[in-house]
């Protein structure tokens, strides 16, 4: 608890108290704990004058802020038409038969947790995905595993 | 100058003939007028996908009286089947750099920023370094201009230019009702240039140029060069810079597989072209100027297409507005009651009135045009909706 | 003078401010343009599209609400193509409802089913697209929130910010699955709520409502063990006539007094006599706190604030703990007269207090809550067993069968059914204020307040927050401490205005010396449970009553009730005493701000 206080008053101290500085304020919280947990998003109202029905309320509109904690790896797979017809849905399985979870879900431990986007702009290299902040493309069913194997093995 | 066809050119990235902070040094030196009108003459419009002419925006703008203007570079590419701005900002970001600076200069903004979409969060650290090099030259030759990356956070419609500065306030990126428009009301209220990251490269070579110049490409109707990200059913999938006005043809000949079925012109917003119409179609006239074309060979299922396409608006719409956060999910729902034989193949009319409904009432872009695919693709290809 | 611009709607020229928009121009002109997410009170939004006009020269349509009109526009707003399209967003916006008009709260007052109806949509166009999964969230005592009658609007979520300024509800995720909810989706009872139910008034549909209470009423008035006793607040007689086929502004006294004694209430009273029970226990204190600080030079709180807004309470228990000092400690006169139901009353009726079933007929929603603190209990019972609206006690006038269009009239029941006109005036934004200063001046000066008729007019009407100053001279022995002191007062009502208050107290700059607050715009007349719709054209219209029935009583001050003075010598023995201290005060707690 203190400790996300102390996050909180650094980035108000970096971005300042005012509401245009909300978004760059939860995205700093965002990558320091991989999502915003409920007491930042007290903490965060508290410091810019805010209610708590306020943050939350912009948090879920934005796909890449999350208000439960989840994977430390987030994989998103892009599931926008070109990456489709290049054979998402293969991509997808591979990954979900490695993981074992499905779509939208965590791997115990919190590890990983697999999700499907929309368009990530390297439709000319489908399918694509990202982990965290990696962007993989060309993807087959091989590709990902190896990516992936890689992943488990070295990035505990 | 003969018309539709397809000529490759090299504009937009051509290497730095000239430096491209020479060109903003040069053009600081004319009157503003001059380069307000130059951008007028060479026809330049909008590459963000509303097509909107780039020097009457600024000539608007450079109007408004006001202690604070901004200008910003709408880096949110997320329709579908677009990759053009991210290609820019890797390959020439001085270009896109320097257009920003002359818009600033044009206008008299003294602050701007780089909506950056998060998932492209991995150029960060270079556009940053290209801004410090930027920052240097503009200390030099005494332009008092900052630019920041905003970064988004994960929303297609932020990319709407209204909704991008709600966001950028600290909001949830709904777009906002107009008028007023950014140029009289935009970020904290101030007169605010929004441009796509093309629009503000393709300014500067205009400058570089000049109007006649850049004229030159492209037909009577549709000047200059533009950028098409083509993927899909193609062997050439990538960026191309290309005249404009070329035939919906010449271009599947080029780009297509041999096989090519139809051609989904701007993004999932923009239409879907069946071949039988490809020697009637110029790219450009009617249909958005975003550059996304995909292209569809035989194999594709065009209610999967669709399906997909429908999907995507469902979850990407602000849904705020009646028309397009209940008219999205009701086309989907259709299209599968319609293809599962709930509801009969009629049906499909209905939805297409549906579609035009929201196209009359939707508050932004997003829910006015999907209209365009959706009675685009119904209409062509009725059979793959039903059977 | 503002500028004007000209414009043409349906082939008639319209002159209008600049700025102004597209609907305000056609309102002019006696044109109605259906809408759904505006609200007068509130700010634009232009998300419902119902609205929408051709204007020539646009190939897609224009929402009236939204666009100012401008010079030379040619608007049309019932063509084929608005119609069509009208029609269609109707049936959409049905397509997402849970269509329960036969057993919903809000049917026949619902803005949704009126314009369906209008419409005549075909319930089977579309499929729906009603999510499945939702649950109506009863955990507040005043509050019930049900989103699968929701049209996201918004209105409610403008209305907690822009005239409550709590935001306690908010927009929340996005597309398809964007609703509206609270802080991580918490039930209402666990989030920072006033509970004063603007959001309720301010909702078009049944997805707001209040938590109803109705049931457990008529079960207590069949018992024929339970003696079950109503007092009815002063903003229920001048809107109640609104369900009830009276128009706007109508006192409906004594016809509703007849009814609720045919219904079965046992005794039926008047919340009034409590409001004047409350001007001689507040006025006290506030003379009480001015002699210590002035005197005694004690440290007390001093402005001193009202305390008989529950809405408001709760409003600055969450936002001020720091600062509950300030309020009075006298109960609301709902909670006065509670206690005194089942202690006074009991005894001079010679009725077991754990018989009695005490009911409250008020304004207002948050009044529900207020009855269910555990700290209200000193009457050694539930001292209010249930709170109703005014729009549940029409419905069960209602449902009672009863022609109340020609009903004769009758008076309020005895003991704790007389008052006086300063009484009737805590229902107006500055009543209490007005009451007050009556009691207050002539306790001090043993003249009546130096305004004529006693109409203390600057502490009237709708602005945000009023202002007004006494200079106290000729004052009486006992109150030479205040010979010459000019003191200050201010009136603020909807809770953004009691914000600007507070945060002037917190800065140590306010200059007043008394305040009061009301949670709701125009006080308990704009209530949370009054009827739907509310805004200022109906709101003057209530306080207008409101002041009439003051003046047509033969008494105006609250120490002149009889019943009043009889209390004090039968009873309480004097204010501040310690059977008040006892029954008619009470503490606060702070709460947690987020
Ligand atoms: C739903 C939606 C998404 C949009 N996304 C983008 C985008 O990603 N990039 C962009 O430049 N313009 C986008 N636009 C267009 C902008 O609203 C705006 O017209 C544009 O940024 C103006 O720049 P331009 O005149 O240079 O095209 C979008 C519009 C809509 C309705
Ligand atoms: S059209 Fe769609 S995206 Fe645009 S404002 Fe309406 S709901 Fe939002
Ligand atoms: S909210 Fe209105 S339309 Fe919906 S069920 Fe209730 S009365 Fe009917
Ligand atoms: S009851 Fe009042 S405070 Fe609570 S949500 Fe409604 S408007 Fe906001
Ligand atoms: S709860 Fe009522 S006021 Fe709020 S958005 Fe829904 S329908 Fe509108
Ligand atoms: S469609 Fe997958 S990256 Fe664009
Ligand atoms: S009333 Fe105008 S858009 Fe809702």
């Known amino acids: 608890m203190a400790e996300v206080k102390e996050l909180v008053n650094e980035l108000v101290d970096k971005y300042g108290r005012e509401r245009k500085s909300l978004l760059p304020i939860l995205q700093g919280i965002h990558l320091e704990r991989n999502y915003l947990s409920k007491e930042a998003m007290l903490e965060v109202a508290k410091q810019l004058d805010l209610s708590a029905a306020e943050i939350y309320g912009t948090a879920s509109f934005y796909s890449f802020l999350d208000t439960k904690a989840d994977g430390k790896y987030k994989i998103r797979v892009c599931k926008s038409i070109t990456c489709e017809m290049k054979g998402k849905s293969d991509i997808i399985k591979t990954l979900e038969d490695m993981l074992k979870i499905k779509v939208g879900e965590t791997t115990e431990g919190k590890r990983f947790s697999l999700l499907e986007t929309n368009c990530l702009g390297l439709c000319d290299q489908g399918p694509a995905m990202l982990i965290n902040e990696e962007y993989y493309t060309k993807l087959t069913a091989a590709k990902v595993r190896k990516i992936l194997g890689e992943y488990i093995r070295n990035k505990y | 100058m003969s018309n539709n066809k397809l000529r490759k050119v090299d504009v937009i990235f051509s290497p730095y003939s000239v430096a491209p902070y020479e060109i903003l040094k040069n053009t600081m030196r004319r009157p503003k007028d001059e380069v307000v009108q130059e951008l007028i003459d060479s026809g330049l419009r909008g590459r963000g996908g509303a097509g909107f002419p780039t020097g009457l925006k600024w000539k608007f703008a450079k109007q408004q009286q006001s202690d604070q203007k901004y200008v910003i570079c709408n880096a949110d590419e997320g329709e579908p089947g677009t990759f053009k701005d991210r290609k820019l900002l890797v390959e020439v970001p001085r270009k896109v750099i320097s257009g920003m600076a002359i818009c600033a200069w044009v206008i008299g903004a003294t602050k701007g920023y780089i909506y950056l979409r998060r998932e492209y969060r991995y150029l960060i650290q270079d556009i940053e370094k290209e801004l410090d090099l930027y920052h240097k030259h503009a200390a030099e030759i005494g332009l008092d201009f900052k630019i920041e990356i905003f970064l988004g956070a994960g929303a297609y419609v932020c990319g709407e230019e209204t909704a991008l500065i709600e966001s950028m306030e600290g909001k949830r990126g709904e777009p906002r009702n107009k008028p007023p428009y950014p140029i009289q009301s935009g970020y904290l209220g101030k007169p605010t240039v929004v441009n796509n990251v093309e629009t503000f490269a393709s300014a500067t070579m205009v400058c570089r140029i000049g109007a006649n110049e850049y004229k030159k490409f492209g037909t009577d109707d549709q000047h200059g060069s533009k950028l098409f990200s083509i993927s899909g059913d193609s062997p050439k999938e990538g960026v191309h810079e290309l005249e404009l006005g070329m035939s919906l043809e010449d271009f599947a000949n080029e780009f297509g597989d041999g096989d090519t079925k139809a051609v989904q012109v701007g993004g999932v917003a923009g239409f879907c072209i069946p071949r039988k119409k490809f020697k009637t179609t110029i790219i450009g006239e009617g249909n958005t100027t975003g550059g996304s074309t995909m292209i569809f060979n035989s194999t594709r299922s065009m209610y999967n297409v669709l399906h997909n396409y429908l999907d995507f608006f469902s979850e990407e719409s602000c849904g705020q507005c009646t028309p397009c956060r209940i008219g999205t999910q009701q086309l989907l729902k259709g299209i599968e009651a319609v293809k599962s034989g709930k509801k009969p193949p009629e049906y499909l009319d209905q939805l297409v009135k549906l579609s035009e409904t929201m196209r009359l009432t939707s508050k932004c872009g997003l829910g006015q045009s999907v209209t365009n695919s959706f009675s685009s693709i119904v209409k062509n290809f009725r059979e793959e909706m039903i059977y | 003078m503002a500028e004007l611009v000209k414009l043409n709607i349906d082939g008639i020229d319209v002159q209008i401010e600049k700025g102004q928009s597209i609907l305000d121009a056609a309102k002019k002109v006696n044109i109605r343009i259906p809408t759904l997410c505006h609200h007068e009170d509130l700010c634009v939004a232009g998300n419902c599209r119902v609205c929408v006009v051709e204007q020539e020269g646009r190939n897609t349509l224009t929402p009236s609400c939204a666009t100012p009109a401008e010079e030379g526009m040619v608007i049309k707003t019932s063509t084929p193509k608005v119609r069509r399209a009208r029609k ?392 030479s401490f205040l010979e010459g002191v000019e003191a200050k007062f201010a009136i603020a009502h909807g809770l953004i205005n009691a914000r600007q208050i507070m945060d002037q107290i917190v800065a140590g700059e306010s200059p007043y010396h008394f305040i009061e607050i009301m949670a709701c715009p125009g006080g308990c007349i704009g209530g949370g449970g009054q009827p739907i719709p509310t805004n200022d054209e109906i709101r003057k219209k209530r306080i207008k009553a409101i002041y009439d029935e003051d003046m047509n009583k033969p008494i105006r001050m609250s120490h002149e009730n009889p019943e009043i003075i009889k209390i004090y010598e039968d009873f309480l023995q004097k204010p501040l005493g310690e059977k008040s201290h006892h029954l008619l005060h009470t503490k606060y707690r702070k709460r947690k701000r987020y």
């Open chain 3, 88 to 479: 269609d967003l109707m049936a959409l916006l049905v397509s997402e409802h849970n269509t329960q008009c036969t057993t919903c709260y809000r049917s026949t007052n619902c803005e949704l089913q009126d314009l369906a109806a209008e419409y005549n949509v075909d319930n089977n166009i579309y499929l729906s697209v009603l999510k499945e999964d939702l649950e109506i969230d009863k955990s507040s005592w005043s509050i019930e929130k049900d989103d699968s009658k929701c049209i996201r609007c918004q209105r409610c979520v403008r209305t907690c910010a822009e005239l409550q300024h709590v935001n306690a509800l908010a927009v929340t995720e996005r597309g398809r699955d964007m609703k509206i909810s609270t802080f991580m989706h918490l039930p209402m009872n666990e989030i920072v709520c006033t509970n004063c139910g603007q959001c309720i008034t301010h909702c078009p549909t049944g997805a707001l409502t209040e938590r109803r209470y109705y049931d457990e009423i008529w079960e207590a008035i069949d018992d024929p063990e339970k003696h079950v006793v109503i007092n009815t607040a002063p903003s229920v007689r001048v809107a109640l006539g609104e369900m009830l086929g009276f128009p706007v502004g109508t006192r409906v006294t004594g016809k509703m007094v007849t009814a609720l004694k045919k219904m079965g209430f046992d005794s039926v009273l008047d919340t009034d006599f409590s409001a004047d029970l409350t001007i001689i226990e507040e006025a006290n204190e506030l003379l009480q706190r001015l002699k210590d600080a002035l005197v005694h030079k004690k440290d007390v709180a001093l402005p001193m604030i009202t305390s008989c807004s529950p809405g408001w309470v709760k409003f600055i228990e969450h936002m001020y703990p720091e600062h509950l000092a300030h309020l009075s400690s006298c109960k609301s006169p709902q909670q006065m007269f509670g206690a005194l139901t089942k202690t006074y009353y009991a005894e001079k009726k010679g009725i077991d207090p754990s018989k009695i079933i005490s009911v409250a007929g008020m304004p207002c929603a948050a009044k529900k809550y207020e009855a269910n603190r555990p700290e209200m209990r000193d009457s050694g019972y539930h001292d209010v067993d249930a709170g109703l609206t005014t729009r549940e006690i029409g419905h069960m006038i209602k449902q009672s069968g009863i022609n109340f269009l020609e009903l004769e009239d009758s008076n309020f029941d005895s003991i704790m059914g007389e008052s006086s006109g300063a009484g009737v005036i805590f229902g107006a934004t500055g009543g209490v204020m007005e009451a007050a200063l009556r009691t207050a001046y002539f306790v001090i000066t043993g003249r009546p307040v130096p305004f004529d008729n006693l109409n203390i007019t600057p502490v009237r009407g709708l602005k945000g927050i009023k202002e007004t100053s006494v200079k106290f001279e000729n004052c009486l022995p006992e109150y």
